[in-house]
C-alpha cells in the first residue's frame, strides 16, 4: 500500500495503490486536508494501481466532492478498474465524479 500527493497546477493528484479503506482512510483524509488548504477546489485520485476500495473510502469521496463543488471544483478518478468502475456505478458515483480513462483526458478536462 502507498499513498501520494502531488500539486499539478490547477489540480492535486492523490496516487493509491493497493487499497482504499479503512485503514488508509486517514492518511488519504490528511492529503486531502493539505490540498484544501493550500487552495485546490480540483483533487483527481489515481486508481490505476488501486485494487479494492470500501464503503468508508466512498464515504470519504461524497464529502469530498460535496467541498470541492462548493468551490467550483470537481473530484475525479483516473483510470479505475472494471472493479472500482462497478462499485461507483452501484453507488451511483459514476454521476457526480469525473471518471477519466487517460491521463490526457484528465489534463484536457481540468485545464
Not at 502531488?6 to 479503512?22: A, V
Not at 492529503?31 to 476500495?53: E, H, P, R, T, W
Amino acid at each position: 500500500m502507498e499513498i501520494n500527493g502531488t500539486e499539478n497546477g490547477k489540480y492535486y493528484l492523490i496516487t493509491i495503490t493497493g487499497s482504499f479503506d479503512s485503514k488508509t482512510l486517514v492518511q488519504v483524509r490528511d492529503l486531502i486536508d493539505q490540498a484544501l488548504q493550500k487552495g485546490f477546489s480540483k483533487v483527481v485520485f489515481d486508481m490505476s494501481s488501486c485494487n479494492y476500495i470500501d464503503s468508508s473510502a466512498l464515504g470519504l469521496l461524497v464529502s469530498l466532492y460535496k467541498k470541492c463543488k462548493d468551490k467550483g471544483g470537481k473530484v475525479g478518478i483516473l483510470n479505475p478498474s472494471t472493479h472500482i468502475k462497478k462499485i461507483l456505478a452501484y453507488a451511483n458515483m459514476d454521476v457526480v465524479l469525473a471518471l477519466y480513462q487517460t491521463e490526457a483526458d484528465m489534463k484536457k478536462d481540468l485545464q
